[in-house]
């Protein structure tokens, strides 16, 4: 290997890395500092690394500009969680430097050290408020180490060995950071996964012999959009214009100008609706509602190769065909263009609105108070960054508020914002179930779309919710010894209980949150809860708080018996 990585180490080192963190995730998730059942670090890690191995593996010819340039989309739009969505920047970030500054197809020492630096940098901008001991404390603390050795080391190998061990270094060090890893005992769980990735890649750079392996995690499975509110009613497909919804990326030769997107762009306003056009160097990622996809996938021709041709006929349920031939398409549809042309849907609403839940109950409390479209996820499945990307672009607003009511997944809806052009989205910093369908209730339409913000952001941050659990190990947290199947009442601050039985658990946890300002206790309950139990634990909070409302809704919610909120 000498001095010097090239294109084809590069991908088998990515590669490596990607599976070696998939073969690890479940011990990851494990690390979480809450020992719930629903842990996802290494889950959330391991499907945004693995959207990238996918597009990384799938290269026959690499060099560093197209491996790398895979690596950062892929990564980018595959990104769930606030760990992968860390990652993603961190790849995004290394990439970036590696591109422009490797030479002659390879990169030496120096080039890995501002690359590690670069990954810092990007990751560091995408977090609002960086806290020490995680993810990022690792990754700096690897960035530090290697610029100190890019300049002394020859040997490329040898100084990767040094900058992993650091890494360990520094891991091992979160638990002094932050004090809730330390009394959990646990290191960084977000860390670890980083750590993982590239013990896999440096082990690939040694020659080692590596199983890949990325078939385990099906980002495909994740959350997607599901059906609209039903206070407007049950669009028929008569009302569709556009029946196609259609998928595809095209690969250029060369880096795509602002210019040659906004002209595609323009293309496709003309053919459909529900447009995302936007490229990311040398790949132009494209969604529109026609009804030719065969000619927008023969307009995507004349500007490079397709990939990822997808195409859903949204006047049949569940009926997706993968588009391999577009010429065929093509032809099938001049045949159909004597069709009756649908009814138009008319100019786009003001206001549209998105949210992640979880659970049928919450969906529909969702559509209820106003919701156009569910992502079904939150805390079993985080959404990815394209998830929410899509979901935006099938709400028909020019100004469209997503609530992620988990703040893992805030990151992800940020990064969609940041990528969408055609219409404003506005991302409510909802943490929890509760805190979204309060800042439903509080929008008006008469107000501005600032005003409705700071209106929902508000109302949200007056809502005290907590979450009803059960412990999958044993451990310490907030100076509670707990127990493998302990029931845990988790607040927005921390933990609030800890019990053997669900009853005893919630009544004392009520206990902290409801005050003298107190309103409305609001209890929903999860999908393995009868509904007789949580009457009798609506019941008792009824009696012990006679002035405050008690409300019981189903919520059908996976891993949590309940969420209550108190306003």
Known sequence: MGNQIDAKALQNAFLAGASNLNANKDYINELNVFPVPDGDTGTNMTMTIMSAAREVAAISEPTIDNVAKAMASGSLRGARGNSGVILSQLIRGFTKEIRENASAGTIDNLVLARAFNRAIETAYKAVMKPKEGTILTVAKGMADRITELSV????????????????????????????????????????????????????????????????????????????????????????????????????????FTDEEVDSLREWLNGVGDSIVCFSDENIIKVHVHTNHPGNAFEKGLSMGFLSKMKVDNMRLEHNEVLIKDASKIAEKEKAEEKEEAPKDLGPAKDFGFISVSAGEGLTEIFKGVGVDYVIEGGQTMNPSTEDILNACNLVNAKTVFVLPNNKNIILAANQAKDIIEDKTIIVVPTKTIPQGISAMISFSPDMTAEENYEAMKDASECVNSAEVTYAVRNTTIDGHPIEENDIMVIGDDGLLSVQKSIDHAISEAVSKMVNSESEIVTIYYGKDVKEEDAEKIASTIRNKYPSVETELQYGGQPIYYYFISVE
């Open 152 to 255: 002394s080391d020859d040997d490329t190998i040898t100084m990767l060995e040094k900058v992993i061990a650091y890494g360990d270094e520094v891991l091992a060090k979160t638990p002094d950071m932050l004090p809730v890893l330390k009394e959990a005992g646990v290191v960084d769980s977000g860390g670890q996964g980083l750590m993982t990735v590239v013990k896999g890649a440096l082990a690939s750079v040694k020659g080692e012999k590596i199983d890949i392996d990325l078939s385990e995690v099906d980002p495909s499975s994740a959350a997607v959009p599901v059906t609209e509110r039903k206070s407007r009613g049950e669009i028929s497909t008569a009302d569709i214009k556009f029946g196609y919804c259609t998928e595809f990326m095209v690969n250029g030769d060369h880096e």
